[in-house]
């Protein structure tokens, strides 16, 4: 079955760094464009970044620019989220997507989330 799953939240305190890591068993995952979401305690899932499918080309929610770097390896089907400077506004669970266009068809997929804590 076809799944990503997400690892590497925690708790840090503000300032600090974490890396999340999403691990996909999708077959030709690298034709996926992946990204990152996360949604706070009352709120809305929110889009935070994403990385396409052949040249890798990357994009960041205004909050994290600067701050959070995202990369895949295409051979390990693996996408990391590198966070650093946290802040306590990046409290949330954070998500991994995967999505592509295909023949005509949409194929999405979500991991079950990771939770990320930042407090003093």
């Known amino acids: 079955q076809a799944q990503l799953v997400e690892s590497g939240g925690g708790l840090v305190q503000p300032g600090g760094s974490l890396r999340l890591s999403c691990v996909g068993s999708?077959?030709?995952?690298?034709?996926?464009?992946i990204g990152w979401f996360r949604q706070a305690p009352g709120k809305d899932r929110e889009w935070v970044s994403c990385?396409?499918?052949?040249?890798?080309?990357?994009n960041y929610e205004d909050s994290v620019k600067g701050r959070f770097t995202i990369s895949r390896d295409n051979a390990k089907n693996t996408i990391n989220l590198q966070m650093y400077n946290l802040k306590p506004e990046d409290t949330a669970v954070y998500y991994c997507?995967?999505?592509?266009?295909?023949?005509?068809?949409?194929?999405?997929?979500w991991g079950q989330g990771t939770q990320v804590t930042v407090s003093s």
């Open positions: 997507h995967a999505d592509q266009y295909y023949s005509g068809s949409y194929y999405e997929y």
């Open positions: 999708i077959a030709n995952m690298d034709y996926y464009a």
């Open positions: 990385i396409s499918t052949s040249r890798g080309t990357e």
